[in-house]
């Protein structure tokens, strides 16, 4: 369970280095949540159609400086807006102007569900999709069927960290992006993980990527835009 894990020795570690990117932004809100108000960003490009896909983007770990400001975060969001997508970037309980506190992963389940059903009621025919990034992709992994989502992309999923039993069979199209050189998460564990799957994702193999993806922001991007674009 998320809260066995020794969050000490990461802490000492890193930081998600969150405020490096500008958002170029649609929409600032505060969601309605079980905690509390959860705050959201929306980047939309001039092209998104209510019929196209919405693709909701969840931060990294929120004990170690992750927020959706995060520039993998970030990345993620921008490509699915090069994609004619509408992107949504919010934060979980505890960060920013989000109420509440970090609840190891459980909360932010409920806290997904929430910006997911205010954004399904806006655009009920948008296709939805969710990513996240390490702590994030936890989440998203968790919520994927209990929010309806019909695509899944996983960057550096936390699986050394979390307990990835815990994640349903994922029976949709989905994506995993792993770093050789990552230094936070066992990049083998992901890949036995990812092995492991009854129907597999479409794995996308780093080998000179760190956690945090530093110098490879653009292949993240190409990587995504090559099996999703």
């Given at each position: 369970m998320a809260e066995d894990f020794n969050y000490a020795e990461p802490h000492n570690r890193h930081l998600y280095d969150g405020l490096e990117e500008d958002y170029c932004t649609g929409e600032e809100l505060l969601i309605p949540g079980p905690a509390g108000d959860i705050e959201a960003l929306t980047s939309c490009p001039d092209c998104y159609a209510g019929n196209r896909p919405m693709a909701i983007v969840c931060h990294p770990h929120p004990l170690?400086?992750?927020?959706?400001?995060?520039?993998?975060?970030?990345?993620?969001?921008?490509?699915?807006?090069?994609m004619g997508l509408?992107?949504?970037?919010?934060?979980?309980?505890?960060?920013?102007?989000?109420?509440?506190?970090?609840?190891?992963?459980?909360?932010?389940?409920?806290?997904?569900?929430?910006?997911?059903?205010?954004?399904?009621?806006?655009?009920?025919?948008?296709?939805?999709?969710?990513?996240?990034?390490?702590?994030?992709?936890?989440v998203a992994a968790r919520s994927l069927?209990?929010?309806?989502?019909?695509?899944?992309?996983?960057?550096?999923?936390?699986?050394?960290?979390?307990?990835?039993?815990?994640?349903?069979?994922?029976?949709?199209?989905?994506?995993?992006?792993?770093?050789?050189?990552?230094?936070?998460?066992?990049?083998?564990?992901?890949?036995?993980?990812?092995?492991?799957?009854?129907?597999?994702?479409?794995y996308r193999w780093m080998a000179d990527a760190d956690h945090f993806f530093h110098g490879r922001l653009n292949r993240l991007r190409d990587a995504v835009m090559e099996s999703w674009g």
């Open positions: 170690y400086g992750g927020s959706m400001k995060n520039k993998v975060v970030h990345i993620l969001s921008q490509t699915f807006n090069d509408l992107s949504v970037t919010f934060n979980f309980r505890g960060v920013g102007k989000s109420a509440g506190q970090f609840d190891h992963g459980r909360g932010e389940q409920a806290d997904l569900a929430a910006v997911a059903a205010f954004f399904r009621a806006r655009h009920p025919q948008a296709p939805l999709w969710l990513a996240g990034f390490s702590f994030g992709a936890y069927a209990g929010v309806g989502a019909e695509r899944l992309l996983l960057v550096a999923p936390p699986v050394t960290m979390f307990d990835f039993k815990e994640v349903p069979p994922i029976e949709v199209p989905w994506m995993v992006v792993q770093g050789g050189q990552d230094e936070i998460i066992a990049p083998q564990a992901v890949s036995a993980w990812v092995t492991a799957q009854p129907h597999r994702p479409d």
